[in-house]
C-alpha cells in the first residue's frame, strides 16, 4: 500500500540554523499539506500545497517558513532561522484531487531546536 | 471561538467492550469530517471520514455518527482490542473556501485493559 515518507525521523538542530524537512508524497496524490504538533498538543495546520503553489497557511506559517516541490517526488518545508519553540513534530499530508477529501499523513519528523 | 474539540481527554476501557469518543465542533460551514488514529511516536492514521451529507458511514468494526443539529461527531468502535489503544482525533475541513487543510481537536487517549 502506497505511503507518505518523510526523512529524517529525528532532526536536532541549534537555534538560528536552517533546517529542511523532506517529504515523498504518496505517488498519485496533487494537494500536499505540512502540519505540526507540539508534544502534548493538537495537530496544527501549516500550509497547503497545489499545483506549484501555497494555496492557504495559517498564522504559524510565517515568512521563516517556505515549502518547495523541487522535483516530481519531494516536497519539503524550510525553517530559515529556527527558533527553540519551532520544536515539534512535523507532519507531511497527501490526498488526490478525485473526488476524496482524506489526507494520508506520513510518520513525521521530530526537530528538536536547542 | 471556532474550534473543533473533544468532550473527554481519557477513556478506559474492558477488552471486547465497545468504545465511543465523542467530538464537538463549533463551525456549521464544514462539510467533512475525519478521525485518526495516533499511536506514540506514528503519524496520524486514517479510520473513517464522513460528509456532513451523512448521518453515518460504517467501517470494519467502526462507525461515525454526525449530528449537525447538536454539531456532534463519535467514533464508535466493536469489540475494542489492545491494539486499539492509541489516541484519537477528529478533524474538520471547512467548507466553501478551503483548500481541504483540517482542523484537529486536543484528542483522546484510549486504553484497553486486557
Known amino acids: 500500500e502506497p505511503e507518505v515518507t518523510q526523512t529524517p525521523s529525528h532532526q536536532v538542530t541549534q537555534m538560528g540554523q536552517e533546517v529542511i524537512l523532506r517529504c515523498v508524497p504518496i505517488?498519485?496524490?496533487?494537494?500536499f499539506y505540512w502540519y505540526r504538533q507540539i508534544l502534548g498538543q493538537k495537530v496544527e495546520f501549516l500550509v497547503s500545497?497545489?499545483?506549484?503553489?501555497?494555496?492557504?497557511k495559517s498564522e504559524i506559517f510565517d515568512d521563516q517558513f517556505s515549502v518547495e516541490r523541487p522535483d516530481g517526488s519531494n516536497f519539503t518545508l524550510k525553517i530559515r532561522s529556527t527558533k527553540l519553540e519551532d520544536s515539534a513534530m512535523y507532519f507531511c499530508a497527501s490526498r488526490t484531487d478525485r473526488g476524496t477529501d482524506t489526507q494520508y499523513f506520513g510518520p513525521g519528523t521530530r526537530l528538536t531546536v536547542l | 471561538g471556532e474550534s473543533v474539540g473533544l468532550h473527554l481527554p481519557t477513556l478506559s476501557v474492558q477488552e471486547g467492550d465497545n468504545s465511543i469518543i465523542n467530538c464537538a465542533y463549533s463551525n456549521s460551514a464544514s462539510d467533512y469530517f475525519i478521525w485518526y488514529k495516533q499511536e506514540s511516536g506514528k503519524g496520524p492514521q486514517f479510520i473513517i471520514d464522513?460528509?456532513?451529507?451523512?448521518d453515518k458511514r460504517q467501517g470494519q468494526r467502526v462507525t461515525v455518527l454526525l449530528n449537525k443539529t447538536v454539531k456532534h461527531l463519535s467514533l464508535q468502535i466493536a469489540a475494542t482490542q489492545p491494539g486499539d489503544s492509541a489516541v484519537y482525533f477528529c478533524?474538520?475541513?471547512?467548507?466553501?473556501?478551503?483548500?481541504?487543510?483540517?482542523?484537529f481537536g486536543k484528542g483522546t487517549k484510549l486504553s484497553v485493559k486486557p
Open positions: 505517488s498519485n496524490h496533487l494537494y
Open positions: 500545497f497545489y499545483n506549484n503553489e501555497i494555496s492557504e
Open positions: 464522513i460528509r456532513s451529507n451523512m
Open positions: 478533524a474538520e475541513k471547512r467548507g466553501l473556501g478551503s483548500q481541504g487543510n483540517l482542523i
